[in-house]
DNA sequence: GATTAGCACTCGACCGCCCGGAGTGCCAGT
DNA sequence: ACTGGCACTCCGGGCGGTCGAGTGCTAATC
C-alpha cells in the first residue's frame, strides 16, 4: 500500500533531525530551522523541495500553510522503524531497576507494582504492567480458616510467592477438623498443579463424586471449586501507575480527550486488548498514533515489551505517552525494564 | 474576630438562594435574578442593597465590577453551618450502600475499597477512605510456608478477615517441621491479642530469651518480629477513588491547579494529616476552600465522617470536591456511608 | 425609614480589523 | 542541481467598538 520505494539520503537526513527536531521543542519546523541544524551545506530553499517531497510521501505535513512541518504517523513509523538511534541505559537508571524490582523481599505481586512505577517515574509516563493470568499460577499450599455462621476463609498460594484470600459461604458451619481434612485431601491432591488444569480435575473429581462418594467428599469438592473459580483467580489485572503525569503534556491538554484517556486506563478492556496482542512479539513494540485501533490513544503512542518466564511469554508491560516522545530514552527503559521483571520473576519460582 | 452579630432575616435568605443558586449553574449571581428566585416580593434595587450589606460582611463577593455575587469561603460557611437543608438520601443509593458494603463475602479491605467507589459514584467526585491503622488489628493465625534458600513466607491472617503476607530471610534453611514449631509457638501465645501488644510482647520475650532459652527459640522470637513490624502492618493507608471525576468540574481546569490537587492524592502526607484532625469529631465534617489549611485544596472543600466500630473510632473517610459542591446531597451520603462502613466491619469481628 | 425607579457608569465577552512574523511555493538565474 | 528573490498565506496579538449584564447612587415615593 505504500510508495516507500526510495528516499535519498538526504530526505532520510533531513526527516531525521525534523522530528528528533520536533520531539525537543514540540513546534512545527520550518526550513530555516533546518538548514541551520542539520549540518548540511545547503539552504533552505534546497531543503524546502525535500520537504516538499517528504510531504508528498505522506512523512511530514504543516498544521496550516505556512508553518513549519509536523511528522505524521507514518513520519514517525519510518523513524522508529529505521532511524532513531536507541540510547544505551543510563546506569543509574539500570542500577535502580536492578536493585528495586530483583529485591528477594518482594513478592511477586509487589514486583510487578514496582516494575509499573519505576516504568511510569523513569519515562514521565503512564505505564501499565500486565500481570499474568492468574490460570497459569501453580497451586502451592491451600488452607481454610473458619470464620463465623458458616464462612470459611480460604487462603491459596501459589508460585510468585503470591497469596490471595477469599471468603466462601458454606450451607452449614464446618468444624476445624472437617477444614484441616478438607485442606489435606486438597494439597495432596492438587499441589503443584496449574490452577487452570486443577480447575479441570475439580469437574471430574465433582462426577465421580456423585456417584461413589459421601456427601462430606461432595460437599469438600464444591468448596474447593468455589475457591479456585473466585473472582480474582483466573483473570487477568493491570496495574497502572503514574496517569497523573500524562497531564504534564501540553498537546493532551484538551480536557475532555485527557478525560478519555483517563477513562482508557479506568476500563481496562481495551488496554487489555490492546496489550495481548503484544504477547507473542519478540521485543520492544511500538503503537503510533491510531495504530493501536483505540481512538483514546489517537495522540498517543503506546510502547510495550513482553516480559519471559524461562518457560515462554508471561506478561505485557508498556507505556503511554504523547506521540512526541523521545523514542531513543524510552524504548531502552521499556525493553531493559521487560528483561530484568522476567528474570525476577524467575529467580522466585 | 467576625462580625456576624446579626442578620436580617431577608439578608439570610438572600444569601441561601444565592449560594443555592451559584451552586446550581456555576455563575455570578445578579439582583435580577435574586428578585425573580427569591420569591420575595422585592425590587431588584432593594435586593442590591442587601446585597451590598452581605459583600460588606464577607460572606459574598463579586469577581469583577459589574459581575453579579458570589459566595466566598464564609459565606459557604454561614450556608453549611445553619442554612443547608440536608437532602434525605434517595432510595436506590441506600439501597446500593447497604447491599454492596455489608456484602457477606467481602473481606475487611475488599468492603473499604468498595465503600470509596461508591462514595466517588455516587457524589460525582473524588473520594478517600482512610484505612484503620493496622496496629489495632487482632491476631487470628500465623502460618510458615517454606520458600527457596532461606526464604519464608509468613501469612498473617487478622480480624477483619484481612490476609497479609510477608517474605522474610533467614539466616539459615529451617526445615518445614522446625516452621510448624514456631507457628504452632507463635499461635498458641499470642492469638487473640493485638498486633501492637504482640510487637511488645515480642521484645520481652527476646530479652527473656537471650539468657533462658536456646538458640533456635531466638531465632523463633525474631523472626516473629520481623512479621509484625513489616513494611505494611501498623502503617496507616489511604483508598483514593475516582480523582479523575474532577477533571470535570471546570472550575478546576487550570492544568496546574488540577496537577497539584492529583500529587496531594499521591502524596497522601497531607491527606492523612488532615483526616487524622476528623477522627474525634462526632459525625460529619466539612472543610471549605482554605479551611483545611492545605494550599492544594484551595478551591475545593472536603467533607468527611469518622466510622466507628462498638469499641470506637475506627478510621475516616470523605469526598474531595469544587467548592461549589452540593452540600444537602453529598453530606447525607457521607454520613450514610460512614453508618454502614462501621456497621459492616462490627460484623465482621 | 424603607422601598423603588431611573440613570450613569464599569467591565467582560465578542467581533472585526490590521499588522508583523514566520514560513511556504514558485521562478528565474547561476 | 542549487540558490536568491519575491509574492502569498496564515496565525497570533493588539486595538477599538459595541453589547449586555450588573452595579451604586440619588431622588422620588409609599
Redesign the pocket.
Known sequence: MSSEISLTE?AQHLLKVLVEHHIRDG?????????RDSGL????????????DL?SMGLIQ????????IPTQRGYRLFVDSMVKIQPLERVQLNQLESEISDREKSAGEVLSTASSLLSQLTQMASVVMVPKRGQMVLRQLEFLSLSEGRVLAILVTNGNEVQNRILQTDRTLSESELRQAANWFNRTFVGEELSVVRARLVEELERARGEMDGAMQGIVRMAQQVVTSGKVGEDDVVVSGRSRLMEYGELCEMDRLRQLFDAFGEKRDMIHLLDQCMEADGVQVFIGEESGYSSFDDCSVVTAPYRHEDGVVGVLGVVGPTRMAYDKVIPVVDMTAKILGSALNSMR
Open positions: 538526504r513546534r512545527p519546523v520550518g526550513s530555516t530551522t533546518l538548514s551545506k545547503v539552504s533552505a530553499a534546497t531543503i524546502r523541495n525535500t520537504m516538499s510531504e504543516s498544521p496550516h500553510t505556512s508553518a513549519g512541518r
